[in-house]
């Protein structure tokens, strides 16, 4: 599940993109409170590197807001690995 209750008693949801994930408040506002921005390699445009945005209304929570995204991004990362054969011959 990736939605959370923080201290300060509000629910919050991670919404995972295909490369991205942000966080809102699960009361079905359109608020966005942090956003992860993946690196660029500087193929198509200007090379950065990878950094989460948190928006002031995010200060307040940051600490579980890092904790949650780090929670979510490797559940997310975990998923995407290609999965090993079992039994496959030597």
Not at 13 to 20: F, K, N, P, Q, Y
Request: net charge positive.
């Amino acid at each position: 599940m990736r939605v959370f209750t923080a201290s300060d008693g509000r629910a919050y949801r991670w919404i995972l993109g295909a490369l991205t994930c942000w966080l809102k408040p699960d009361d079905g506002s359109d608020v966005e409170i942090a956003r992860y921005h993946p690196r660029k390699l500087g193929i198509f445009g200007k090379a950065r590197k990878a950094f989460l945005e948190v928006s002031p209304d995010g200060v307040p929570i940051l600490d579980e807001l890092i904790m949650t995204f780090i929670w979510v991004e490797m559940r997310r990362r975990d998923r995407e690995k290609p999965t090993k054969t079992r039994g496959t011959a030597k």
